[in-house]
C-alpha cells in the first residue's frame, strides 16, 4: 500500500511540474498564437537562477527560511526574461506568417541555451541542501522526501490560483476576450499589446518556478529545457494546445504514465505517450479540451 | 504561335543552363583545387542540400512546416547503420535502396497521422513523432549503440572497394558519388516542383479552399508530398552516414530538425535553389562557428534572429531583390 500511495504521489509530483511547463506554453499560445520552442529553456532559466541565488546565499552562512524564500528567484527571472523578448523580438511578428515566429523562437532557444552555458559554466548546478533540510516522512512505513510535497503543493496552488486568475478577474475577462477575437477585442478597448505582454510574462513566469521549484530535488543541467520542451509538447497535444483545463488533464496523464512506465515499461516509456498522444489526436483532433479549427 | 512558345521554352533552358552549367563545372572541379578538408565539408553541404531540398517540398511549395525531418535523416542514417550490423552489407546502393524504403515507410505513416492538420500544430505533431524514434534509439542501447551509436565503414561504390587511405577515399570517389546523387536530386525535385502534380501542390499552399474546390484531393496530395519530401531527406541521411562514419542520435534529435528548417530560411525557401545555397552557406557557417567557439549555438541563433528580423527571404531573397533593384537603376 505504501509503495502505491508513493507512485501516486511521485505522479502527482511530475504533473505539478509538467503543468507548471505545458501550462504556460498553452496560455502563451492561447492568447497570442505563438508556440514558443524556448520555453523550455525558460524553465532550465528558472532552475538555474534558483540553484545559483540558493547557493550564494549558502556560501553567505544565511538560514534555512532564507533559502525558501530565495525558490522564487528563478520563476521572476524568467518572467523578467520574458517581458524584454515579448518587447524586442516577437513584437515585430505579430503580422508575420507563424512561422516566422516559430523561427524566431528557435533563434531564441539556441541563444538562451547558450548564454546559460556562458554565465553558469558546463557543469551541473544543484541545490540540494533545500531538498535535504525538509528530511522525510513517513508514508505507510515507507520514506518519502517531504519537499517532493512542496512541489506538488506548488502545482496544486498555482493552478487554483492560475484559474480563479483567468475566470475570476477583470484580467482574466480581457485575456479570454483577446484569446477569442483579438480584433473584437482590440476594438472595444482592451490594450491587446498590454495583454500579450502579460499573457507572455506570465507564461515565462510559470515555466520558470516550474525550474525553480523543481531544482532541488534534481539539480540544473544543460538540456534540462529542450527535454523538458518535449515533454510539455505531449501534454498539449493530449489537452488541447490554448487550454488550460487541457494542460492541467494532460499534465495528470502524462504523468501517472511517465510514473507507471518508469515501474513496467522503461525502454518504450516516452513512445507510449506518443502513442496516446496520437490516439488522442486521430479521436478527438483538437486535444481532449481544444477548440476545433487549430 | 507555336513557334513563340518553342523561343520561349528554349530561352528558359538556356537561362536555367547559364546558372547549371557554371555551377557544375565548379563543383565538378572543386575536389582538384581545395584541400580534402573543405572537399568534406562541401560533401557534408550537399548532403545537406539533399535534405533540405525534400525539405522545402513540403515548407517552400507545400506551405507545411515540419519540425521532424530529422527523423527522415536519422531513419536513413541508422539504416545503413543496421544494413551494416546485421546483414554486413558494404553496397553504397543497396545503402541507398534501403534508406529509400525506410524513410518512405516512415513518412508515410507519419504523414497518415500529420497530414490532417496544417500550420502550427502541423509543426508540433512532427515534432512529437520524431522524438518518438529518437527516445527507441535511445533506449534501446544494445540495438542502436544508445547515445554512442553505430559504426559505418566506407562502403563499396558501384562494385568498387574503397581504397584504404579513407580521407582520399571521401575526398574524391565519394565526393563525386555524392555529387552524382545530389545531381539526380535536384533534377527529379525540379520535375516534381514543375510537373501538375507540383503546381497543385502550390495551389493548395495558396489556398486550400480553392484547390479543393477545383478537384484537388489536399490530403491525399499532401500525403504524397510528405513522402517525397520524407524519402529525399532520408537519402541524405544515407549518403550521410558513411561520410560521418558514424549513425548517432545527434540526427534524430528535433533541434537537427530545427536546423534542417534553418538551411532552408537561411537559403530562402521561396525558390527552388534557395534550400541548396542555404544548406552549403550552413555547413560551412557551423563548422566555423563549431570551430571557433564552445558557444556556436549562440553564434548561430544571433544568425538566425537576424536573418528572421532583416532577410525573411533569405539569401537567395536577398540576390533577387539586389537584381532587380540594379535592373531599375539601369
Known amino acids: ?294 | 504561335m507555336n513557334d513563340t512558345v518553342v523561343v520561349a521554352r528554349t530561352g528558359a533552358i538556356w537561362r536555367i543552363a547559364a546558372w547549371v552549367v557554371p555551377a557544375a563545372l565548379l563543383l565538378l572541379a572543386a575536389p582538384l583545387v581545395i584541400d580534402p578538408f573543405q572537399t568534406l565539408t562541401l560533401t557534408y553541404g550537399l548532403i545537406a542540400a539533399i535534405g533540405a531540398l525534400g525539405f522545402n517540398l513540403l515548407l517552400g511549395y507545400t506551405g507545411l512546416l515540419s519540425f521532424g525531418h530529422s527523423a527522415f535523416f536519422g531513419g536513413g542514417a541508422y539504416t545503413v547503420a543496421f544494413l551494416v550490423k546485421y546483414l554486413k552489407i558494404a553496397s553504397m546502393e543497396l545503402f541507398l535502396a534501403g534508406s529509400v524504403l525506410v524513410s518512405a515507410l516512415i513518412s508515410a505513416l507519419f504523414g497518415f497521422v500529420c497530414v490532417r492538420y496544417t500550420r502550427i500544430f502541423f509543426g508540433i505533431l512532427t515534432l512529437a513523432l520524431s522524438q518518438v524514434l529518437w527516445s527507441l534509439a535511445f533506449k534501446f542501447f544494445w540495438v542502436t549503440g544508445g547515445t554512442d551509436g553505430l559504426r559505418v565503414p566506407t562502403p563499396t561504390l558501384v562494385g568498387m572497394a574503397p581504397s584504404d587511405d579513407k580521407m582520399d577515399f571521401l575526398a574524391h570517389r565519394y565526393y563525386y558519388y555524392v555529387l552524382a546523387v545530389f545531381a539526380l536530386c535536384v533534377f527529379l525535385m525540379w520535375v516534381i516542383v514543375h510537373s501538375p502534380f507540383g503546381k497543385a501542390l502550390q495551389a493548395i499552399r495558396d489556398n486550400e479552399t480553392r484547390a479543393e474546390f477545383i478537384g484537388i484531393r489536399i490530403r491525399r496530395y499532401r500525403l504524397i508530398a510528405f513522402v517525397i519530401s520524407g524519402i529525399f531527406t532520408g537519402v541524405a541521411g544515407a549518403l550521410w552516414a558513411p561520410l560521418n562514419g558514424l549513425a548517432s542520435p545527434d540526427v534524430l534529435v528535433w533541434t537537427f530538425s530545427g536546423e534542417i528548417v534553418f538551411m532552408t530560411v537561411l537559403g530562402g525557401f521561396r525558390t527552388f535553389v534557395g534550400p541548396i545555397v542555404g544548406a552549403i552557406a550552413f555547413t560551412y557557417l557551423k563548422t566555423y562557428a563549431v570551430g571557433f567557439t564552445v558557444y556556436w549555438q549562440l553564434l548561430l541563433g544571433t544568425v538566425l534572429v537576424v536573418l528572421v528580423l532583416a532577410l525573411p527571404t533569405g539569401i537567395m531573397g536577398a540576390i533577387e531583390q539586389l537584381a532587380s533593384r540594379m535592373k531599375k537603376a539601369r
Open chain 1, 1 to 294: 500500500m505504501g509503495v502505491f500511495a508513493i507512485h501516486i504521489l511521485n505522479a502527482l509530483l511530475y504533473s505539478s511540474v509538467l503543468f507548471l511547463i505545458a501550462g504556460g506554453l498553452s496560455l502563451i499560445y492561447g492568447v497570442m498564437r505563438i508556440l514558443n520552442l524556448a520555453h523550455g529553456n525558460l524553465y532550465a532559466l528558472g532552475a538555474f537562477v534558483t540553484a545559483w541565488a540558493i547557493g550564494l546565499a549558502l556560501g553567505a552562512g544565511a538560514p534555512n527560511v532564507v533559502l525558501f524564500l530565495l525558490l522564487p528567484a528563478g520563476a521572476l527571472a524568467a518572467a523578467v526574461a520574458g517581458a524584454v523578448i515579448e518587447r524586442t523580438l516577437l513584437r515585430p511578428f505579430y503580422k508575420r506568417p507563424e512561422e516566422y515566429q516559430l523561427l524566431m523562437t528557435f533563434g531564441l532557444l539556441m541563444i538562451l541555451e547558450d548564454l546559460i552555458r556562458l554565465v553558469w559554466g558546463p557543469n551541473p548546478l544543484s541545490a540540494t541542501s533545500v531538498y535535504a533540510s525538509l528530511g522525510s516522512i513517513s508514508i505507510a512505513g515507507d520514506r518519502y522526501p517531504a519537499y517532493n510535497l512542496v512541489i506538488i503543493a506548488v502545482g496544486i496552488v498555482a493552478a487554483v490560483f492560475l484559474w480563479a486568475f483567468i475566470y475570476r478577474t477583470r484580467f482574466g475577462v480581457f485575456l479570454r476576450a483577446t484569446s477569442q477575437d483579438k480584433r473584437m477585442a482590440s476594438a472595444l478597448g482592451v490594450n491587446v499589446n498590454r495583454i500579450y505582454i502579460q499573457a507572455f510574462t506570465l507564461g515565462c513566469f510559470m515555466a520558470g518556478l516550474g525550474g525553480a521549484i523543481v531544482v532541488p530535488s534534481q539539480s540544473a543541467v544543460l538540456g534540462m529545457g529542450v527535454d523538458a520542451l518535449v515533454l510539455a509538447f505531449i501534454v498539449v497535444v493530449i489537452g488541447g494546445l490554448g487550454s488550460l483545463e487541457g494542460a492541467l488533464a494532460g499534465a495528470l496523464i502524462v504523468g501517472v504514465v511517465r510514473e507507471a512506465g518508469i515501474t513496467l515499461f522503461p525502454e518504450i516509456e516516452l513512445a507510449v505517450l506518443y502513442l496516446i498522444a496520437a490516439v488522442v489526436l486521430l479521436v478527438r483532433p483538437a486535444g481532449l479540451f481544444g477548440r476545433a479549427g487549430t
